[in-house]
């Protein structure tokens, strides 16, 4: 293990913290008075002497050679740079007094930059933030989104490629150009622009210009952080919501397609993504299920066009991880809740913003039980796996099969754990699984209405692992419990 290139990566990832904290506290001294502005400012001014020092007393001089870095030292970065910034995140949270306690403040900072949405804050006490702070918290989602490792990579000349491997979730890798610096650029510029058009519409559609800001933040990131304590039940109508549901559908859509747009135009974006038996998936899930919750919640809302919206809000929302709230689907039917749960479970396309086991998975499992059932029946029949026309390689099936297998593994612990801190069993199962889905809220006590302000500090921490697990994809952490993977 070469652990100098590993603390320069991770004093970047801290430093870019603080800077973004700085600049947070500047944006909000500039709408008045504001007890966040000052803990965003001393939270900068700590993060960016404390990332500057790792980072400036690491890097390598001019006379030597450039240190080896390889795979191994990409998944340490990675897993360690994360939960440097959820650390550090934590800060303006605990100086500014909103949230005292360092377990909750850790929380709320992991969910941010993992993009989870969970929160152990009450509406009202989102409603009581001050803006610095709310807009530290969509930033938090923002940042995590984007994924600071691929903004680092695409500006830092250090193991681009094994860098952004490490960073990108897919089937055996995310880049989609020769060099990974240029990929990691693309995603930036895609993501920039999403987030743009986001504003804009969002304003047009009838939030305030900050609202506007600050969701489309955490709609692009699929975060769902909201600056409102109901949140987009805040918003009640077709204007904003529906607005809320494209930028969603968008965000769950792999960035690839964008770049094929950008490269070639759009006509070659919407013939790919028609070709993509992953996309064709992903717009069949959202509506299909929504169109069965619509039915089931007929009589449960004024009208069948409410019922659609909502519907149609809360799939786009949980099928993409994003966890935004329209309404509480905790009186919803229970077969309603049900297909939430599953939701929870596969999030949308490789390649984008969410969360999940992610819908390429799921089909390549789909296929591949499927040619286990015809070869117990002709033994010596030949099969394959294939998608969009193409053959699936066995080790990228079986490195499917492996991950489908650890999650559904650390689910089952998660769920037994967050079970002996006082949840039910029908709560641990959703809460761990929204934690590892990075979805954001659960189901009964723990869904949209409620928050984990009462869950027992190590119920917690097990979450924010959870997190973190579920937003680096396992292997950037659990390599770490390998004794072997820190030697030399």
Not at 35 to 50: D, N, T
Not at 407 to 419: I, P
Not at 431 to 453: M, Q
């Amino acid at each position: 293990m070469n652990r100098r290139p590993v603390t320069t990566f991770v004093g970047a990832m801290t430093l870019v913290t603080g800077v973004a904290q700085l600049l947070a506290a500047l944006a909000a001294s500039g709408w008045g008075p504001d007890a966040g502005a000052r803990s965003l400012m001393i939270s900068g001014v700590v993060s960016v002497l404390f990332g500057g020092m790792l980072w400036l007393g690491n890097r390598r001089k001019e006379d030597e050679r450039p240190a080896d870095f390889h795979r191994r030292e990409a998944l340490a970065s990675v897993g360690i740079g994360w939960t440097a910034a959820v650390v550090f995140g934590a800060l303006p949270y605990l100086l500014a007094g909103a949230i005292p306690d360092p377990a909750d403040a850790i929380f709320e900072s992991a969910s941010g930059f993992t993009t989870t949405g969970a929160s152990i804050l009450s509406g009202e006490r989102i409603d009581g933030l001050d803006d610095g702070l709310s807009l530290w918290r969509a930033l938090t989602q923002w940042l995590g989104g984007a994924g600071i490792v691929v903004v680092l990579v695409s500006i830092l000349p250090m193991g681009g490629r094994n860098f952004f491997q490490s960073e990108a979730a897919g089937l055996d890798s995310d880049v989609q150009s020769t060099l990974a610096r240029e990929s990691a650029r693309e995603t930036v510029y895609v993501y920039l622009g999403l987030t743009l058009a986001g504003v804009g519409a969002l304003w047009l559609a009838g939030m305030t210009p900050i609202d506007a800001v600050l969701h489309s933040f955490t709609t692009v990131a699929t975060g769902g952080f909201s600056n409102h304590g109901d949140s987009l039940g805040h918003y009640d109508s077709w204007a904003v919501q529906g607005t809320v549901i494209a930028l969603m559908v968008l965000a769950g859509t792999a960035f690839s397609f964008y770049t094929l747009c950008l490269k070639r135009g759009p006509k070659s974006m919407v013939a790919a993504m028609w070709k993509s038996t992953e996309w064709r998936l992903y717009i069949g899930v959202l509506l299909i299920f929504s169109a069965a919750i619509t039915w089931l919640g007929r009589g449960e809302h004024p009208d069948l066009s409410t019922s659609a919206r909502h519907a149609l809000f809360q799939v786009t929302s949980i099928g993409t991880s994003t966890g935004f709230a329209s309404t509480d689907w905790n009186g919803w039917h229970e077969l309603s809740r049900a297909l939430l749960l599953i939701l929870i479970m596969t999030g949308a396309c490789v390649g984008s913003t969410s969360g999940g086991i992610k819908l390429a998975r799921v089909a390549i499992l789909a296929k591949a039980a499927a040619n286990a059932v015809r070869r117990a029946a002709s033994p010596r029949r030949v099969t394959v796996v294939r998608m969009d026309d193409a053959t699936v390689s066995e080790a990228i099936v079986a490195s499917v099969l492996d991950f489908a297998l650890l999650w559904t593994a650390t689910l089952a612990l998660g769920a037994l754990a967050l079970t002996a801190c006082g949840m039910t069993m029908i709560e641990a199962v959703a809460a761990a699984g929204t934690c590892l889905g990075n979805i954001g809220p659960g189901l009964d006590r723990f869904g949209p209405a409620g928050s984990f302000a009462d869950l027992h500090t190590a119920g917690k921490l097990c979450m924010s692992g959870l997190m973190l697990l579920g937003r680096l994809e396992f292997y950037a952490l659990l390599v770490a419990l390998v004794p072997r993977f820190w030697k030399d």
